[in-house]
């Protein structure tokens, strides 16, 4: 009864100064949202990023020259196609291999040219990652073996070269060399900044003799479940350096990319909702300076509450109850702002948002943490008030 | 025969300002026994408003023995205090103290929510004391709608409405005209007269003052007469 009293007279406080607590929530609105939002962009981006890792294909392991570690350069090359012969050996199967050498070369059809990446590639390509073929088909064991001068396009060399028209038939040159489109993939679209679709698939020998060099830039193995990854990852490696003493060599599979991202993007996650958190501390701080000037200018009605029986924890309940309603109100109007602005955020840019039931939780739980928090002095204040002092008030 | 309303025994009352210590009363002894009609009465700075917030509770002596309600106020903390004020004493002040942008009965009603009393028994209780002081016709009217006399009608009403011993009238009558204040006197007087409860006023008007039982006189913290 005494609370519900308390809540009345909260609300009923709320109401006097609308506009005072509306300015007093904006803080808390600001900041609430601003979390919201940052940690839907967060959530968002790693959600994409962990989708276009897993994309790529399962029980991937890529072999690379060097140690793959953030900020060191890369290392050049010592594999050659010898070398992916001899892991082909140990895998036991060469549809579970793919190899790649690439460079950046301009492609021209007529009048219309593109800079994209050439990958050199083999046959195998599209059933160790998983991509798929709009139209035309995908380059055949023949063409590796025979060095044939033919072409995948990606979605967006295609459209750059061909418009609308089909390109499967077409001639086109890279690097002034003429080759033959022979299929075009489906659309991947863009993964952190990058255009995926921007690349031309040919055999590997064929980009070999346009590059002028014999070398390989990656091996990538399909283990055959997720048990082996490791032990064929270290038998690779193994082999890899008794071929070429001297050299290191890496193998890493999709769940030590997840793991890297996702921490580094946890870490992006966190940082940003702290930023957003030090506005709702700021928020907080705005709620309890008006409670200080709440609790003043009420100081006559306090004393007369006191005067006719309230204890000072009933005092204090109310004025700490109308710190909570003036967070928890606008913790409520923030999630909102926050879930609005994500979804627009979502629809309208190409940031991804994905909004959580933590972050919300967490969003809303904080708000109503700092009216506490921020509401305890001013409502402890009022409490102690001496009746005798608040009556004479004026 | 009930006990004592109130009993003061060598009361006093000192503040500590900027490390002086200046005694406010210095040894009052008086008792208000139940029914009673006091008046105390003095010139500002006698200590009567001293002397009324201790009786009513608000405060406590520094020394001597304070009785409300057969209680003694020693060693009572804020929250009993704040228990004791509601159980026994109802307090009318010169300014009324009403809750602005409340309504009377919800203004009446305010003592009984910090009893615990359920909304609805509330309401009626504050319904019947308002009837009982004439506002009947006022229930839902907000302190800017009601007089000056009005308004001080729903503060007496505020102080009956636990039923308590004791009135304590801090100048009843200051803010109000002749003809309220006379209305308002006359009204706690009835009240006195036919509920029983003990009636202490304190005023500087001597006129006020002359139409209760008993006159406490004050001066510089002591009873003079």
Redesign the interface.
Known sequence: ??L??AWRVAI?ALR?NRLRSMLTMLGVIIGVAAVVVLVAIGTGTKQKIEQQVEGLGSNLLIVVPGQVNIGSAPSVSRLDLSDVDAVTKIVGDRNRVAVTVASGETVAAGAADTFATINGVIETTPQVFVRHLARGTYLSRSDVDTQRRVAVLGWSVAHALFADRDAVGQQITIAGVRFRVIGVFEQLGQSLGIDRDNEVHVPITTAQRLLGTNRVDGIAVKAPNRDEIDDLGARIIAELSRRHPGTEFSAVTQEQILGVLGDILGVLTGVLAAIAGISLLVGGVGVSNIMLVSVRERT??I????????????IGLQFLLEAVLLTTLGGFAGMALGIAASLIVAALSPVPAAITWWSLTLAFGVSAAVGIVFGVVPAQRAGRL???VA?RTE | MSPAALVAEDVTREYALDGVTVPALRGVSFTVEAGDYVAIIGPSGSGKSTLMHLLGGLDRPTSGRLLIGGRDVAGLGPQELARLRNETIGFVFQSFHLLARTSAVENVALPLVYRGTRAAERRRRARAVLERVGLGHRLDHRPNQLSGGEQQRVAIARALVTDPQVLLADEPTGNLDTRNGQAVLALLEALNREQGVALVIVTHDNEVAARAARRIVMRDGEIVS
């Open positions: 009864m005494r519900a009293e009923d006097a006559k009605e004393g007369l509450r006191k005067a006719v029986g309230a204890r000072p924890r009933d001496d009746p005798v009556l």
